[in-house]
Antibody, heavy 118, light 110 residues
Framework: EVQLVESGGGLVQPGGSLRLSCAAS????????MRWVRQAPGKGLEWVAN????????NYVDSVKGRFTISRDNAKNSLFLQMNSLRTEDTAMYYC???????????WGQGTQVTVSS | QSALTQPASVSGSPGQSITISCTGT?????????VSWYQQHPGKAPEVMIY???NRPSGVSSRFSGSKSGNTASLTISGLQPEDEADYYC??????????FGGGTKLTVL
């Protein structure tokens, strides 16, 4: 059974940092693109970043470029999102997802909440 | 990286059909067959319903169908059922592996 379990969210002050993790199981993690998607309270989905199978190709939404870094450890079946210089507008539920279909995410985690507030 | 345009809400009665539109540009929706649709119930993670414009993943009801004309993609749900009430999001890849979502459409089953 495919499972994605996010962790690492929490309350942080503006300007602070958090590192999100996504533990994958039930599939061959190293053969899939992965992505992070976030959803602010009461708002729609926003794609944040994606990464290819070996980590050599990474892409970001403009609003997080230079502040967030996506990475993966295929030996540990884990996806990460390092978030620096956090802003109040980064407050959201953060989901990791597997790109198991051509250009679409077929499995999603349940999300981890990030709140940026003083 | 502008969001795709969807109607804020649509509604229909059980058994009816509804269509949700998703308008982009020639750089995303119109330029590639990389449109997908997601269903999200309150407090739950999204689920993919359509990928590559009109393909249904295994396990998704045939009542869900997708299409595209020019820069506008559409999701049609036929034979509406109460459990279809949810938020629906379209999404498109662009030329450089960037993903954009629509603003979301709230479907109400009357």
């Amino acid at each position: 059974e495919v499972q994605l379990v996010e962790s690492g969210g929490g309350l942080v002050q503006p300007g602070g940092s958090l590192r999100l993790s996504c533990a994958a199981s039930g599939f061959t993690f190293s053969t899939y693109w992965m992505r992070w998607v976030r959803q602010a309270p009461g708002k729609g989905l926003e794609w944040v970043a994606n990464i290819d199978q070996d980590g050599g190709n990474k892409n970001y939404v403009d609003s997080v470029k230079g502040r967030f870094t996506i990475s993966r450890d295929n030996a540990k079946n884990s996806l990460f999102l390092q978030m620096n210089s956090l802003r109040t507008e980064d407050t959201a539920m953060y989901y990791c997802a597997r790109d198991g279909l051509p250009t679409a995410a077929d499995f999603w985690g349940q999300g981890t909440q990030v709140t940026v507030s003083s | 990286q502008s969001a795709l345009t969807q109607p804020a809400s649509v509604s229909g009665s059980p058994g009816q059909s509804i269509t949700i539109s998703c308008t982009g540009t020639s750089s995303d929706v119109g330029g590639y067959n990389y449109v997908s649709w997601y269903q999200q119930h309150p407090g739950k993670a999204p689920e993919v319903m359509i990928y590559e414009v009109s393909n249904r993943p295994s396990g998704v009801s045939s009542r869900f169908s997708g299409s595209k004309s020019g820069n506008t993609a559409s999701l049609t749900i036929s034979g509406l059922q109460p459990e279809d009430e949810a938020d629906y999001y379209c999404s498109s890849y662009t030329s450089i592996n960037i993903v954009i979502f629509g603003g979301g459409t709230k479907l109400t089953v009357l």
